[in-house]
């Protein structure tokens, strides 16, 4: 690693003494633009950091990369719930601004606004090969970067950061460990059991989870203790990966998230006012009546969910999570698999992914108030580097990962002491900020967690062989007004909706009430919400076109 710092320095310093002064403001930005003062060396950054990490001048890496650039950073660092409080304060002082904002969560609102005000300078003149070759290098890899950050102004006011733990696909796209977040597994145990196949259609599994409900399975005596087929609805409940999603499949869509949002051919709709959503719960209604449906999804919490399958006997023949082990322990994994996707009545299926946010655009923005932004934009420039990025997110070589590369120029965690887990090491060390985490980057110059590892793998080798539409909805940028409309409908929205499935699960009357609901959903200005969800959209996927 002192090599690789050897390099920077030298590579700074030059590039120090070379660069070329670039417009402050930008083209159409408005407020007053910045004085250029390219002897300023001396920077104040406002920083956000976690509650278990100390400030940013103790930390070794802050150190070694203010060295590589010649530059003296004075921190003004806060943590834990006063951050909001503290940069509101900064964001409203109007005078005597730090030079920047780093890690401090900035909203989009917050962003706009400071760049219609002019407290917020543009920044996208300064992302070059010159002024920040390792960013460059990193929108080479992925053109949709810059687009994911583009505020509706035209102008970029955060620079992005980007984290993908992914795998690269046989169609030549990379996809993301949150594409499909919910697993399926059933008990073949219990189908041992009953002597029945692993079912491959969904009325195949309405009979095993009848065989479930009818058999003492478990063999502790007891006929009435097993619970055929449980998951947590809504998932506002607050487990995001044991929803029903992948049970919509058979009828034609597959509803992961919390919003019901997804998007077909470029079109944005509302999963949850489709005809497909509306036959599969007037099919599961059936399930529910029959009792192979958990009593419990309405009420149940994560842990509850987990004690099921962690108890003396097992009680759950078809369960949801994003692992098996989790759910049931690691001795009893053995006994459960993944349930396949199912085909539907109709003798098809339809598998979409779920929404992939892999990019964020809160890390890093200049203020009106810093006089040489160019050498600034430099100096964090260094974070895009792949191994300093490594050591940004996690910490630094020696603390966090070993002290040394492998055989295959690798880090890993170093071996943890007694007490100690990789999660407060990381919270201690971590410096918060922009960084790059590409997909390639694992197996290149460092590994993943053996558990996100495993997911990946069954993701890209079990649930992928299912996919039938690889099109989700991108990190986005909403304008004030869209934000607005999405803050002020959505909410009501969604409860209404979980309202009445919850209803409808249970007591059935969705095709009676079906057309009223959706009128009702339009009446609270859903058309709105999914308006706003289009456009911003449609200026994403116009940015990558230009």
Not at 26 to 55: M, R, V, W, Y
Not at 104 to 115: N, Y
Not at 417 to 425: D, L, P
Request: proline fraction near 4%; include cysteine; charge should be negative.
């Amino acid at each position: 690693m002192k090599k690789i710092f050897r390099k920077l320095t030298a590579a700074g310093l030059m590039a120090v003494m070379a660069f070329t002064v670039t417009a402050c403001g930008g083209s159409g930005s408005t407020g007053g633009e910045a004085q250029i003062d390219t002897s300023q060396t001396n920077f104040k950054i406002f920083a956000g950091i976690s509650a278990l990490s100390p400030d940013n001048s103790e930390k070794p890496l802050v150190k070694q990369l203010n060295e590589a650039m010649g530059v003296t950073i004075e921190w003004n660092c806060v943590s834990g719930d006063t951050l909001t409080e503290k940069k509101n304060l900064v964001l409203n002082a109007g005078s005597d601004l730090p030079d920047a904002l780093m890690g401090a969560q900035l909203t989009d609102s917050e962003l706009i606004t400071g760049g219609a005000s002019g407290l917020l300078i543009p920044l996208e003149d300064y992302i070059n090969e010159e002024t920040m070759p390792n960013l460059s290098k990193v929108i080479e890899k992925r053109p949709n970067l810059l687009a994911s950050c583009t505020m509706p102004d035209g102008h970029i006011y955060g620079l992005p950061g980007i984290s993908e733990m992914g795998f690269k696909h046989t169609d030549g796209n990379t996809y993301y460990i949150g594409a499909i977040p919910q697993f399926t597994a059933i008990n073949t145990k219990w189908l041992e059991a009953v002597n029945m196949e692993m079912p491959t259609t969904v009325d195949e599994l309405h009979d095993v989870l009848v065989a479930f409900k009818e058999n003492d399975v478990n063999g502790n005596g007891d006929a009435t203790d097993e619970i055929p087929m449980s998951f947590i609805f809504p998932e506002s409940n607050g487990a995001w990966c044991a929803g029903m999603g992948t049970f919509f499949a058979p009828f034609g869509c597959t509803d992961y998230t919390m919003d019901h949002k997804a998007i077909k051919d470029g079109k944005v709709y509302y999963q949850a006012a489709s005809d497909a959503y509306k036959n599969a719960i007037a099919y599961y209604h059936n399930w529910f009546e029959e009792g192979l449906i958990d009593i419990e999804i309405f009420s149940q919490d994560s842990s509850q969910y987990i004690a099921k399958g962690n108890g003396d006997d097992p009680r759950l023949g078809v369960f949801v999570w994003w692992e098996i082990p989790e759910v049931v322990g690691a001795e009893r994994a053995a006994d459960y698999a993944y349930l396949p996707i199912l085909d539907g009545p109709d003798g098809t299926h339809h598998v979409n992914l779920n929404e992939m946010g892999t990019t964020g655009h809160d890390g890093f923005s200049v203020t009106k108030d810093c006089k040489n932004p160019e050498l600034l934009l430099k100096w964090v420039d260094q974070r895009y580097d792949p191994i300093i990025s490594m050591q940004c997110i996690y910490g630094p070589i020696g603390t966090y990962w070993t002290e040394e590369p492998d055989e295959n120029g690798c880090y890993s965690l170093r071996e943890l002491k007694e007490g100690e887990t990789a999660g407060e090491i990381k919270s201690k060390n971590e410096w918060i900020g922009p960084s790059e985490q590409l997909a390639e980057d694992y197996g290149t110059y460092y590994y993943m967690e053996d558990r996100a590892q495993e997911r990946l793998d069954d993701t890209q080798n079990f649930w992928f062989q299912y996919v039938d539409s690889t099109e989700y909805y991108p990190s986005v940028v909403y304008t004030e007004e869209e934000i607005e409309t999405i803050n002020d409908k959505l909410s009501d929205i969604k409860s209404m909706t979980e309202e009445r499935v919850s209803h409808w699960l249970r007591d059935g009357g969705i095709e009676n009430e079906w057309d009223q609901y959706l009128s009702d959903l339009d009446s609270m200005g859903l058309q709105d919400v999914i308006g706003a969800w289009q456009a911003a959209y449609d200026r994403y996927a116009a940015a990558l076109e230009d």
